[in-house]
């Protein structure tokens, strides 16, 4: 079992809709979650991060968080075609060196 | 502001020559340091980090090395490029350690494209 799972994808929504990226996490130790969204061909830039189990807004993005079941989700609201690109999760734990594991991303497609 | 340069952004080499990618961070002193490769449609893979000068961990066995001459330069190398070393090399930092390190982001750079040919 992977650390840090996501569906590859694609996710095709519409512009304007809901888009909803999951990612599940398999060490229960695990403490910090945060999201990066990478554009093909440049490196990842982060969108958000959570520690608590709840929702977290900014802007048209809310991570949620649920630790109890492992589960930890990114919404984007109001998708824009240049919302496209590879949304990466990624779990930081409180061992050793606190590394940061990542899923290997979810390509999501915003169509006009 | 703490920024991280990395350079060259693009690089074609032969099999069998060395390499040195060099990642420096500004604003900030101790920075904890990484190296990643991504294979292309591939996830990060974790080469290397750093959490001081001469510090240097291992994720897993390769053909590559690290160093951290300085305390806000990271350099990855190697002696004899294989062509299965074709990748996205990514340069990243963070701060702190303990609870606040728990809870920091790691930042990248802009990453070098490397071909081996």
């Known amino acids: 079992q992977k650390e840090v799972e996501q569906n590859s994808g694609p996710l095709s929504v519409p512009e304007g809709a809901i888009a909803s990226l999951n990612c599940t996490y398999s060490d229960r130790g695990s403490q910090s979650f945060f999201w990066y969204r990478q554009y093909s061909g440049k490196s990842p830039e982060l969108i958000m991060f959570?520690?608590?189990?709840g929702d977290k807004e900014d802007g048209r993005f809310t991570a949620q968080l649920n630790k109890a079941s492992q589960y930890v989700s990114l919404l984007i609201r109001d998708s824009q075609p240049s919302d496209s690109a590879t949304y990466l999760c990624?779990?930081?734990?409180?061992?050793?060196?606190?590394?940061?594991?990542f899923g290997t991303g979810t390509r999501l497609l915003v169509s006009p | 502001s703490q920024t991280i340069h990395q350079w060259p952004a693009t690089l074609v080499q032969p099999v069998g020559s060395p390499l040195s990618l060099e990642c420096t961070v500004e604003g900030t002193s101790n920075p904890n340091l990484y190296w990643y490769r991504q294979a292309a449609g591939r996830g990060l893979q974790l080469l290397f980090y750093?959490?001081?000068?001469?510090?240097i961990s291992s994720e897993v066995p390769q053909n590559l090395s690290a160093s951290r001459p300085q305390d806000r330069q990271f350099i990855l190398s190697s002696k004899k490029l294989l062509l299965s070393d074709s990748g996205f090399y990514l340069c990243?930092?963070?701060?702190?350690?303990?609870?606040?390190?728990?809870?920091?982001?790691?930042?990248f750079g802009d990453g070098t494209r490397l071909s081996i040919l």
């Open positions: 959570i520690y608590s189990n």
């Open positions: 990243a930092w963070t701060a702190g350690t303990g609870n606040r390190g728990l809870r920091q982001p790691q930042q």
């Open positions: 990624a779990v930081k734990k409180n061992t050793g060196f606190q590394k940061l594991v």
């Open positions: 750093s959490v001081g000068i001469g510090q």
